[in-house]
């Protein structure tokens, strides 16, 4: 201990332990990220159009097939980084906290969940016709606030119900893009 720190101050930084470096990891999330951008920029090949664009006009395909090959690029580059460099520290990474693994599974399940709700589009009831996307996006804004440890009802109900607006606005109504 140096004159200059206090027993305090030591005691803290003994007791903090960041994630350990890990080669390993660092090349599984490259391929992870490699296969997901790559089956990304295949489907942005299956794009169906309605009618092709004129000579020198930009289609519907343009802007995914622009963002799946910059992600196939970068995914290669942090390949080449991972397989050639030694793994990067990680001490500014908290190791992984009790529950962490069940937060990732139940976060999947719920994301799963909406996919699921939303693909029902429209549902009637009692004779009305009710939008899936607002209901369901509100809920899974809600659901993964609370899951994340948001406990102030009022803000979460404000917060859900804006985004989910502001996201139905954009799209649904200003874009036209069907939810």
């Not at 930084?13 to 490259?30: H, K, N, V």
């Not at 809600?142 to 607006?165: D, E, K, P």
Request: net charge neutral; proline share 6%; charged share 15%.
């Amino acid at each position: 201990m140096s004159p200059s720190e206090t027993p305090v101050e030591t005691a803290d930084q003994d007791e903090y332990q960041g994630a350990p470096a890990s080669r390993s990891l660092e090349i599984a999330f490259a391929v992870v990220a490699l296969a997901f951008t790559a089956g990304y920029l295949f489907l942005t090949t299956q794009i169906s159009l309605r009618r092709d664009a004129a000579p020198g006009q930009i289609d519907a395909r343009f802007w995914p097939l622009v963002i799946g090959v910059t992600g196939v690029v970068v995914a290669i580059a942090l390949l080449a980084i991972a397989l050639t460099r030694p793994a990067p520290t990680r001490e500014d990474l908290e190791r992984i906290q009790p529950g962490g693994y069940v937060r990732v599974i139940a976060t999947l399940a719920i994301t799963g969940a909406f996919i699921a709700v939303w693909s029902l589009s429209t549902v009637i009831l009692f004779g009305y016709r009710i939008e899936v996307f607002p209901v369901a996006a509100a809920l899974l804004m809600a659901a993964l606030m609370l899951l994340y440890g948001h406990r102030r009802w009022l803000s979460l109900i404000i917060y859900s119900a804006s985004v989910t607006a502001f996201v139905y606005v954009v799209f649904g109504m200003l874009l036209r893009i069907p939810l």
